[in-house]
């Protein structure tokens, strides 16, 4: 039609930017019978067709919402008539702990919804496209990262732990070398830890000969999560020492066949907390020389450049030791040692606990604070024990290209989603991510909280313990226990 | 425990003779029950056809006595009083049934209600059947019964909570332990027309004509029951099915616990057998004579 | 890369609410556009001609088509770039149709929707690959599951076809259902004489490998190339020897052994040929009546065995069959109607199934065909038939309707009247279902000329008044007034469930199944014989309730499927599937772990563990693809970068 002539009108500014994902067999389906049936809906959604909605990975979603998106819908086919029999089981698992975890970051979980449509439900698909677009309206433009204010926060690390924490007994050290000795000769490596830089200092340490364990050093100073290194060695016998914290990391690794339980020895150390060193060197500050390092049953004294510093562990363990209720891995090979056994419910971690309590927008504000300080150096993905991507992590591609080169803050913080969505169900909440953080981004917040969501809606799975257990992203029941997804039409 | 006992009605007049051998049963297991103080009306019959709330207000006031008086459960022997208690009970559970319930009554009644049950439930359910066989001075061997629970006692399933609602089992399974033969009844649940007396005499006579022919047919020597409408009706007015139905049954239908207590050991006068109108006569001399001979 | 850009006013479809030269203006601006027009109708002919000219003459590498739904006319627009000698996946759609002309009337804002979704194409293209079908081999045999009458006639037509068929059946005789019942509506004609001849052929077809008494084990493979693992049950009968003489049966003492054939309205005895036309016609020893194998003595039919066919230490035997294709058929099942108490739950002996009246009234059955009640033998002068036992009740949880009990209802009361001329029927009905072709007319006549009566009501109670009769108690919605009914048999019209078994199969067969078990077709309407699973296709009442014709036809269709699908030495694999990029994967198997097909295998590339798509078995969902946290795997044609395109050209903050 020639008459047709183009108006400049304001559609492009009253328009909210709206993205649906809509698998090809039953929800595109219906938006086509919708047009069919010449049903009148807003203009504002844009549709991407995607196979099937088990293909939407919920990066897609968190991108498009981080890169200016108001709203995103996906819909797929209604479960049980799924064209790939199981694809949309997977979907609304994924889909549904996306929707808890954005809250988090600052984002209104009202911007992203999820729902079902067949390919005969043109009339439901318009009351979809109708009302999720409202919904879009009525919560406005979303707000951006860049746009807001800055908002410094420090975490409050005045806990009470759940048992009393302390240095440990002094006698340990030379059963647990005597215990490695014994096993040495069958294993090629034993990984524990030792002094580093400085007597306070300690690093991992591969223990091959007899010679190496002299050096070796436990109690508040066994702070890495050795774990890590399990996967590099793949088909070498390794003995680790283990906190019963590390020891989930192990179970892990194991659940997702990525060590074999044959080729680990598990000495399995008791733990009454260890140095969060990221405050004692705050407290330390730039020092010469540690001239004397003493412990006694609570406390680490230190002495650096003449100035005397006491570390009492119930002042300077990092969080996740004030909730700690495994002082002790149980399954291990090797007890050296043993733990009491600790009841009571962990309270929120601190990190969480300050997230908590903000509003979306200062959410937002505050990561916009805390990733400016990223300098993309990816320790925290280093680190990690269930990164095992490593050489190949997707922050680093082209294909996929997920990031950009880009310093935005944004961007920065989009790989921490990346991070925290690729461990859901996963992250047995070691912090090791945030204890390598080099400029002290409490980005461990982000786990912990996708763990809360993942134990709300998988009655209680918690990661790591269970090595039969199918991690819950990587499943599915027909019915879904506590995930409501109807509620939405 | 502390069993709280609702009489109803009917015990106090169509139905002494259940009210008797009921409380003769009790005694002889060794329940002992505590009847409500004060109790009322349980608002089944005029009330609840007219007033869902005051039928329910009715009832609530007997089970906030109860609840008061400190008893863990509460038996009735009646169907219909059971069948109203526990429907309000249900209803006390919906905080705007109960508020208008509150409203018709002086007292609010209490929080928690204790459960109700059939006095027949609370025997299965305190008693074993090797206990009752051990306590049975008289055998029913060489008896052939039937029984006939009307249509309340297992309906609705859900609330009744009495097993297969279109065939239930207990009393057959009770007197069948003491001996009795115990007749397949298809009909034990069907409708006897009580709820028609008045208005539709005809329709009451023929479905209570059914329930005999099928009875009488079967060869039974007696229709056992449980309920006192259905007792009343299918005895007192089972000249009136026989001139509807141009028959001349003339079955007895005594209660159960009636045919219990015999077996117990109560004598048929501490039963109220002489209440009954179609005479029992022969099936409570077989028994006294019996003890384990046959007819 | 070289785009061109098509946007089609569809007549007025599009153009009436979109500006199309304008959006083919903006999409000029777009990356590597280089052509843009808007032609009035793209996908007719001329507009094809003018893509493929426009290809040659801007020597294009990609082509968007802005229009319709892709639903439509995306194989179209496949094949007209194909045409010009481009790769077929280089090319994308833009639904600007029904996603946008047909669904507002502001122009302004529909043509700034269509360049978006125009931009959003081009995005989407400037990512794309070229694509190509792998061709593989198949094995041009099919596995029947089944040897009912959908299976026997999917299996002879496939036979018939050239095609090697491999029927396996649970029973020690095919037929099925059919072969059970008397006569078959409408028409009144033996059901032994028209299935029996099909039985035969089977037998005979030098096609058709049979494996009686056997049940499917376990199925691996995909299309073209499944390996099924069949489990031979043990019939305690050397089958080679076996001349089905029946010797054995006329002299085996256990003579009270369940008849399974029979419904079980007479005993049998332990070892038994089913019934006299049986295929094969070999005996089976049930070992739960058997005296030898129960009690260890007795032995008589090995003594009378002229060939000496009886092995007491016969054992299960698995055997392994290599096929391209299967046909699901595995039937019905009536189901465990003694949940209705109202109906005596099974206490009367007067109260039988429909099934088990065909085996009464049937010729070869236990009484020769002459009806007559199981309690005592007398000939029922009152027959009451019951309809929907069990169909349609929500509140057994069975709403569906079986789909053939009024039909068959009507038969048997026509049959009842030909068997004993002075005897009264009466049905009771809910509606009467019958949409065949003569069936209503069927209907009629069992009233009509029958005089057979039908009340519409449910019953509420059928029990025995003592005197040898039942009561029937019901109502008639009609008049409006309860009747009562003195029958001497009442026959139940049960219904249908699928077959036992049947989930435990569609695992196996990795097809779905509904909540009562019946196997998901791939579509229900359009594709009522394909699974969502490529070369599995179903035939008979295991899809839904249906009659003999229908299942017939199915079975027909089932085949002409198969046939298509052997048409050819070789298949071409749709190319949008998964790829593993060997060098990303680290091997840690969570693709392996959520594919729905179990199309991913583990392989050991340079002494490490890597993820492998099985090309033919994955159908392209892309599970795996967002399972993976290092990209390894991507689906073709819906990678991460595909997908990251088109959001990013939406989304750019």
Same mark, same amino acid.
């Given at each position: 039609?020639?008459?047709?002539?183009?108006?400049?009108?304001?559609?492009?500014?009253?328009?909210?930017?709206?993205?649906?994902?809509?698998?090809?067999?039953?929800?595109?389906?219906?938006?086509?019978?919708?047009?069919?049936?010449?049903?009148?809906?807003?203009?504002?959604?844009?549709?991407?067709?995607?196979?099937?909605?088990?293909?939407?990975?919920?990066?897609?979603?968190?991108?498009?919402?981080?890169?200016?998106?108001?709203?995103?819908?996906?819909?797929?086919?209604?479960?049980?008539?799924?064209?790939?029999?199981? $694809? @949309?089981?997977?979907?609304?698992?994924?889909? /549904?702990?996306?929707?808890?975890?954005?809250?988090?970051?600052?984002?209104?979980?009202?911007?992203?919804?999820?729902?079902?449509?067949?390919?005969?439900?043109?009339?439901?698909?318009?009351?979809?496209?109708?009302?999720?677009? /409202?919904?879009?309206?009525?919560?406005?433009?979303?707000?951006?990262?860049?746009?807001?204010?800055?908002?410094?926060?420090?975490?409050?690390?005045?806990?009470?732990?759940?048992?009393?924490?302390?240095?440990?007994?002094?006698?340990?050290?030379?059963?647990?070398?005597?215990?490695?000795?014994?096993?040495?000769?069958?294993?090629?490596?034993?990984?524990?830890?030792?002094?580093?830089?400085?007597?306070?200092?300690?690093?991992?340490?591969?223990?091959?000969?007899?010679?190496?364990?002299?050096?070796?050093?436990?109690?508040?100073?066994?702070?890495?999560?050795?774990?890590?290194?399990?996967?590099?060695?793949?088909?070498?016998?390794?003995?680790?020492?283990?906190?019963?914290?590390?020891?989930?990391?192990?179970?892990?690794?194991?659940?997702?066949?990525?060590?074999?339980?044959?080729?680990?020895?598990?000495?399995?150390?008791?733990?009454?907390?260890?140095?969060?060193?990221?405050?004692?060197?705050?407290?330390?500050?730039?020092?010469?020389?540690?001239?004397?390092?003493?412990?006694?049953?609570?406390?680490?004294?230190?002495?650096?450049?003449?100035?005397?510093?006491?570390?009492?562990?119930?002042?300077?363990?990092?969080?996740?030791?004030?909730?700690?209720?495994?002082?002790?891995?149980?399954?291990?090979?090797?007890?050296?040692?043993?733990?009491?056994?600790?009841?009571?419910?962990?309270?929120?971690?601190?990190?969480?606990?300050?997230?908590?309590?903000?509003?979306?927008?200062?959410?937002?504000?505050?990561?916009?604070?805390?990733?400016?300080?990223?300098?993309?150096?990816?320790?925290?993905?280093?680190?990690?024990?269930?990164?095992?991507?490593?050489?190949?992590?997707?922050?680093?591609?082209?294909?996929?290209?997920?990031?950009?080169?880009?310093?935005?803050?944004?961007?920065?913080?989009?790989?921490?989603?990346?991070?925290?969505?690729?461990?859901?169900?996963?992250?047995?909440?070691?912090?090791?991510?945030?204890?390598?953080?080099?400029?002290?981004?409490?980005?461990?917040?982000?786990?912990?909280?996708?763990?809360?969501?993942?134990?709300?809606?998988?009655?209680?799975?918690?990661?790591?313990?269970?090595?039969?257990?199918?991690?819950?992203?990587?499943?599915?029941?027909?019915? #879904?226990?506590?995930?409501?997804?109807?509620?939405?039409? | 425990?502390?069993?709280?006992?609702?009489?109803?009605?009917?015990?106090?007049?169509?139905?002494?003779?259940?009210?008797?051998?009921?409380?003769?049963?009790?005694?002889?297991? $060794?329940?002992?029950?505590? &009847?409500?103080?004060?109790?009322?009306?349980?608002?089944?019959?005029?009330?609840?056809?007219?007033?869902?709330?005051?039928?329910?207000?009715?009832?609530?006031? @007997?089970?906030?006595?109860?609840?008061?008086?400190?008893?863990?459960?509460?038996?009735?022997?009646?169907?219909?009083?059971?069948?109203?208690?526990?429907?309000?009970?249900?209803?006390?559970?919906?905080?705007?049934?109960?508020?208008?319930?509150? #409203?018709?009554?002086?007292?609010?009644?209490?929080?928690?209600?204790?459960?109700?049950?059939?006095?027949?439930?609370?025997?299965?359910?305190?008693?074993?059947?090797?206990?009752?066989?051990?306590?049975?001075?008289?055998?029913?061997?060489?008896?052939?019964?039937?029984?006939?629970?009307?249509?309340?006692?297992?309906?609705?399933?859900?609330?009744?909570?009495?097993?297969? &609602?279109?065939?239930?089992?207990?009393?057959?399974?009770?007197?069948?332990?003491?001996?009795?033969?115990?007749?397949?009844?298809?009909?034990?649940?069907?409708?006897?027309?009580?709820?028609?007396?008045?208005?539709?005499?005809?329709?009451?006579?023929?479905?209570?004509?059914?329930?005999?022919?099928?009875?009488?047919?079967?060869?039974?020597?007696?229709?056992?029951?449980?309920?006192?409408?259905?007792?009343?009706?299918?005895?007192?007015?089972?000249?009136?099915?026989?001139?509807?139905?141009?028959?001349?049954?003339?079955?007895?239908?005594?209660?159960?616990?009636?045919?219990?207590?015999?077996?117990?050991?109560?004598? &048929?006068?501490?039963?109220?057998?002489?209440?009954?109108?179609?005479?029992?006569?022969?099936?409570?001399?077989?028994?006294?004579?019996?003890?384990?001979?046959?007819? | 890369?070289?785009?061109?850009?098509?946007?089609?006013?569809?007549?007025?479809?599009?153009?009436?609410?979109?500006?199309?030269?304008?959006?083919?203006?903006?999409?000029?601006?777009?990356?590597?556009?280089?052509?843009?027009?808007?032609?009035?109708?793209?996908?007719?002919?001329?507009?094809?001609?003018?893509?493929?000219?426009?290809?040659?003459?801007?020597?294009?590498?990609?082509?968007?088509?802005?229009?319709?739904?892709?639903?439509?006319?995306?194989?179209?627009?496949?094949?007209?770039?194909?045409?010009?000698?481009?790769?077929?996946?280089?090319?994308?759609?833009?639904?600007?149709?029904?996603?946008?002309?047909?669904?507002?009337?502001?122009?302004?804002?529909?043509?700034?929707?269509?360049?978006?979704?125009?931009?959003?194409?081009?995005?989407?293209?400037?990512?794309?690959?070229?694509?190509?079908?792998?061709?593989?081999?198949?094995?041009?045999?099919?596995?029947?599951?089944? $040897?009912?009458?959908?299976?026997?006639?999917?299996?002879?037509?496939?036979?018939?076809?050239?095609?090697?068929?491999?029927?396996?059946?649970?029973?020690?005789?095919?037929?099925?259902?059919?072969?059970?019942?008397?006569?078959?509506?409408?028409?009144?004609?033996?059901?032994?004489?028209?299935?029996?001849?099909?039985?035969?052929?089977?037998?005979?077809?030098?096609?058709?490998?049979?494996?009686?008494?056997?049940?499917?084990?376990?199925?691996?493979?995909?299309?073209?190339?499944?390996?099924?693992?069949?489990?031979?049950?043990?019939?305690?009968?050397?089958?080679?020897?076996?001349?089905?003489?029946?010797?054995?049966?006329?002299?085996?003492?256990?003579?009270?052994?369940?008849?399974?054939?029979?419904?079980?309205?007479?005993?049998?005895?332990?070892?038994?040929?089913?019934?006299?036309?049986?295929?094969?016609?070999?005996?089976?020893?049930?070992?739960?009546?058997?005296?030898?194998?129960?009690?260890?003595?007795?032995?008589?039919?090995?003594?009378?065995?002229?060939?000496?066919?009886?092995?007491?230490?016969?054992?299960?035997?698995?055997?392994?069959?290599?096929?391209?294709?299967?046909?699901?058929?595995?039937?019905?099942?009536?189901?465990?109607?003694?949940?209705?108490?109202?109906?005596?739950?099974?206490?009367?002996?007067?109260?039988?199934?429909?099934?088990?009246?065909?085996?009464?009234?049937?010729?070869?059955?236990?009484?020769?065909?002459?009806?007559?009640?199981?309690?005592?033998?007398?000939?029922?002068?009152?027959?009451?038939?019951?309809?929907?036992?069990?169909?349609?009740?929500?509140?057994?949880?069975?709403?569906?309707?079986?789909?053939?009990?009024?039909?068959?209802?009507?038969?048997?009361?026509?049959?009842?009247?030909?068997?004993?001329?002075?005897?009264?029927?009466?049905?009771?009905?809910?509606?009467?279902?019958?949409?065949?072709?003569?069936?209503?007319?069927?209907?009629?006549?069992?009233?009509?000329?029958?005089?057979?009566?039908?009340?519409?009501?449910?019953?509420?109670?059928?029990?025995?008044?003592?005197?040898?009769?039942?009561?029937?108690?019901?109502?008639?919605?009609?008049?409006?007034?309860?009747?009562?009914?003195?029958?001497?048999?009442?026959?139940?019209?049960?219904?249908?469930?699928?077959?036992?078994?049947?989930?435990?199969?569609?695992?196996?067969?990795?097809?779905?199944?509904?909540?009562?078990?019946?196997?998901?077709?791939?579509?229900?309407?359009?594709?009522?014989?394909?699974?969502?699973?490529?070369?599995?296709?179903?035939?008979?009442?295991?899809?839904?309730?249906?009659?003999? &014709?229908?299942?017939?036809?199915?079975?027909?269709?089932?085949?002409?499927?198969?046939?298509?699908?052997?048409?050819?030495?070789?298949?071409?694999?749709?190319?949008?599937?998964?790829?593993?990029?060997?060098?990303?994967?680290?091997?840690?198997?969570?693709?392996?772990?959520?594919?729905?097909?179990?199309?991913?295998?583990?392989?050991?590339?340079?002494?490490?563990?890597?993820?492998?798509?099985?090309?033919?078995?994955?159908?392209?969902?892309?599970?795996?693809?967002?399972?993976?946290?290092?990209?390894?795997?991507?689906?073709?044609?819906?990678?991460?970068?595909?997908?990251?395109?088109?959001?990013?050209?939406?989304?750019?903050?």
């Amino acid at each position: 039609m020639s008459g047709v002539t183009s108006q400049n009108t304001n559609a492009e500014h009253s328009e909210l930017r709206i993205l649906g994902f809509l698998c090809n067999w039953c929800s595109y389906g219906g938006a086509d019978t919708a047009g069919v049936a010449r049903a009148t809906q807003p203009t504002d959604l844009r549709i991407i067709r995607v196979p099937c909605s088990g293909r939407v990975d919920p990066l897609f979603i968190a991108k498009a919402l981080f890169n200016g998106a108001d709203g995103v819908l996906v819909s797929g086919c209604h479960p049980r008539d799924c064209h790939y029999s199981a $694809g @949309n089981f997977y979907a609304r698992r994924r889909l /549904e702990v996306l929707k808890h975890f954005l809250p988090i970051l600052g984002i209104d979980p009202a911007r992203f919804e999820y729902t079902w449509v067949s390919a005969s439900e043109g009339e439901r698909w318009k009351q979809v496209v109708t009302r999720f677009t /409202e919904q879009i309206h009525a919560l406005g433009p979303a707000p951006k990262f860049e746009d807001s204010h800055p908002l410094h926060a420090m975490v409050d690390m005045a806990l009470a732990p759940l048992a009393p924490l302390g240095t440990g007994d002094p006698q340990l050290l030379s059963s647990v070398k005597e215990a490695i000795r014994k096993k040495l000769p069958e294993l090629d490596c034993v990984i524990g830890w030792k002094e580093g830089r400085d007597g306070l200092h300690t690093v991992p340490h591969f223990i091959r000969t007899e010679a190496d364990l002299e050096e070796l050093r436990i109690g508040p100073f066994a702070i890495h999560n050795l774990a890590t290194y399990l996967p590099n060695y793949k088909g070498k016998k390794i003995g680790i020492l283990v906190k019963g914290c590390d020891a989930k990391s192990v179970v892990e690794l194991l659940q997702e066949n990525l060590i074999k339980r044959e080729d680990v020895f598990l000495f399995a150390l008791p733990c009454q907390g260890i140095l969060d060193m990221g405050r004692v060197d705050q407290v330390l500050g730039r020092y010469q020389h540690i001239t004397s390092l003493k412990t006694d049953d609570k406390t680490v004294t230190v002495v650096a450049d003449g100035k005397e510093h006491h570390f009492p562990i119930s002042q300077y363990a990092p969080s996740k030791c004030y909730s700690c209720t495994s002082r002790m891995a149980q399954d291990a090979d090797m007890l050296l040692g043993n733990a009491t056994q600790i009841q009571g419910t962990p309270q929120t971690p601190p990190e969480l606990a300050m997230l908590d309590a903000m509003s979306l927008s200062e959410r937002m504000a505050f990561w916009k604070s805390a990733m400016d300080r990223c300098i993309r150096c990816y320790a925290c993905r280093n680190s990690c024990p269930m990164c095992v991507c490593r050489d190949y992590c997707v922050s680093d591609s082209r294909d996929p290209h997920w990031m950009s080169q880009s310093d935005a803050t944004r961007e920065k913080l989009f790989f921490q989603v990346i991070h925290t969505l690729h461990l859901a169900g996963r992250c047995t909440g070691c912090g090791e991510c945030q204890r390598s953080c080099p400029v002290g981004i409490p980005i461990l917040a982000l786990r912990q909280h996708c763990a809360r969501v993942i134990r709300e809606l998988f009655s209680g799975y918690e990661p790591g313990t269970d090595p039969k257990a199918v991690p819950p992203l990587l499943g599915y029941q027909v019915e #879904e226990e506590h995930i409501k997804e109807r509620e939405w039409k | 425990m502390k069993i709280a006992y609702y009489p109803g009605c009917s015990s106090q007049g169509s139905s002494l003779d259940y009210e008797l051998s009921t409380q003769a049963v009790l005694r002889r297991l $060794g329940i002992h029950v505590v &009847p409500i103080k004060d109790w009322n009306c349980c608002g089944s019959t005029p009330a609840h056809a007219v007033s869902t709330e005051l039928s329910s207000a009715l009832c609530a006031r @007997n089970l906030d006595l109860a609840a008061k008086d400190g008893a863990e459960c509460i038996i009735t022997p009646c169907p219909s009083c059971l069948s109203n208690l526990k429907a309000t009970t249900k209803r006390l559970q919906d905080p705007a049934k109960r508020a208008r319930i509150n #409203e018709l009554l002086d007292n609010p009644v209490a929080e928690t209600v204790p459960e109700t049950t059939s006095v027949l439930q609370a025997i299965v359910r305190l008693t074993t059947p090797e206990t009752i066989k051990s306590m049975a001075k008289r055998s029913l061997k060489g008896l052939k019964l039937v029984v006939y629970y009307g249509c309340l006692m297992s309906r609705p399933h859900a609330l009744m909570d009495f097993g297969d &609602p279109e065939n239930p089992m207990m009393i057959e399974e009770m007197l069948a332990n003491l001996g009795a033969t115990m007749l397949d009844f298809p009909l034990k649940t069907a409708c006897c027309g009580a709820s028609f007396g008045i208005p539709n005499r005809p329709m009451t006579a023929k479905n209570s004509g059914r329930i005999l022919e099928l009875a009488k047919n079967l060869g039974a020597d007696a229709v056992v029951v449980c309920c006192p409408l259905c007792q009343m009706n299918l005895d007192l007015r089972q000249d009136q099915a026989n001139q509807a139905m141009h028959t001349h049954f003339a079955m007895p239908i005594p209660y159960y616990t009636q045919i219990l207590g015999l077996a117990l050991g109560a004598e &048929p006068d501490e039963l109220g057998f002489n209440k009954l109108i179609v005479p029992a006569t022969k099936v409570v001399s077989h028994i006294l004579q019996g003890t384990g001979g046959s007819k | 890369m070289r785009i061109g850009v098509f946007i089609c006013h569809c007549g007025s479809n599009i153009g009436g609410t979109v500006d199309c030269a304008q959006v083919a203006k903006i999409a000029e601006g777009f990356p590597d556009v280089v052509y843009s027009t808007d032609p009035m109708y793209t996908c007719a002919e001329p507009g094809q001609a003018a893509i493929e000219a426009a290809i040659h003459e801007h020597k294009l590498d990609g082509v968007v088509v802005a229009s319709c739904s892709p639903r439509m006319h995306e194989p179209t627009f496949r094949r007209t770039v194909a045409r010009a000698g481009l790769n077929p996946y280089m090319f994308e759609m833009a639904n600007i149709r029904e996603h946008v002309s047909w669904i507002g009337k502001d122009v302004a804002a529909n043509t700034h929707k269509a360049a978006e979704l125009v931009k959003l194409a081009v995005a989407k293209l400037r990512q794309d690959h070229a694509l190509t079908s792998q061709e593989f081999p198949v094995k041009r045999r099919v596995l029947v599951i089944g $040897g009912g009458v959908a299976g026997i006639q999917a299996a002879l037509d496939c036979a018939d076809g050239g095609i090697p068929v491999v029927m396996v059946e649970r029973e020690p005789t095919i037929g099925g259902k059919m072969a059970k019942l008397d006569k078959t509506f409408p028409t009144v004609d033996c059901s032994a004489c028209i299935l029996g001849p099909k039985m035969v052929d089977v037998a005979q077809h030098p096609n058709i490998t049979l494996y009686a008494n056997a049940e499917i084990e376990d199925i691996s493979g995909y299309v073209g190339n499944f390996t099924v693992t069949i489990r031979k049950k043990t019939t305690y009968v050397d089958w080679s020897k076996c001349t089905g003489c029946g010797t054995c049966t006329e002299k085996c003492p256990a003579k009270k052994s369940f008849d399974r054939f029979n419904e079980g309205v007479a005993n049998t005895t332990a070892i038994t040929i089913a019934f006299p036309q049986a295929i094969p016609k070999k005996a089976v020893i049930d070992p739960k009546f058997c005296r030898q194998l129960t009690k260890g003595k007795c032995g008589v039919c090995a003594k009378v065995c002229p060939t000496g066919a009886i092995n007491y230490e016969m054992k299960d035997e698995l055997i392994t069959e290599e096929v391209g294709s299967i046909v699901a058929a595995t039937g019905y099942d009536l189901m465990d109607w003694t949940v209705y108490a109202e109906y005596g739950g099974g206490r009367y002996p007067d109260v039988i199934t429909s099934l088990q009246y065909e085996r009464l009234m049937n010729a070869s059955g236990p009484t020769g065909g002459h009806i007559v009640r199981p309690s005592d033998g007398k000939e029922p002068k009152s027959v009451v038939f019951i309809q929907c036992v069990g169909s349609r009740d929500p509140s057994i949880g069975r709403p569906y309707c079986s789909g053939f009990c009024c039909m068959y209802t009507a038969k048997q009361a026509i049959l009842t009247k030909d068997h004993i001329p002075d005897s009264q029927s009466y049905v009771f009905y809910m509606d009467i279902r019958s949409p065949g072709k003569m069936y209503d007319e069927f209907t009629r006549r069992a009233m009509e000329e029958y005089g057979t009566e039908y009340i519409r009501g449910r019953v509420s109670q059928v029990y025995p008044d003592g005197k040898g009769q039942m009561v029937v108690m019901g109502m008639d919605t009609l008049l409006g007034r309860p009747v009562e009914i003195r029958a001497d048999l009442v026959v139940l019209a049960v219904g249908i469930e699928a077959s036992k078994g049947a989930p435990a199969l569609a695992e196996k067969l990795r097809i779905s199944y509904d909540h009562y078990g019946f196997f998901m077709e791939s579509h229900v309407k359009l594709k009522p014989v394909e699974t969502n699973t490529a070369g599995v296709f179903l035939a008979g009442v295991c899809q839904g309730a249906k009659d003999i &014709p229908a299942s017939v036809a199915q079975g027909s269709a089932a085949a002409a499927k198969v046939l298509t699908l052997f048409a050819k030495d070789t298949l071409q694999s749709d190319p949008q599937i998964a790829k593993v990029d060997i060098a990303r994967c680290v091997g840690c198997g969570k693709c392996i772990r959520t594919c729905p097909y179990g199309a991913i295998k583990e392989t050991v590339v340079r002494n490490a563990e890597k993820a492998q798509v099985i090309e033919t078995m994955c159908q392209g969902c892309g599970v795996c693809t967002s399972t993976c946290p290092q990209g390894a795997v991507q689906l073709s044609h819906a990678t991460d970068n595909q997908i990251l395109a088109e959001v990013n050209a939406l989304c750019q903050a």
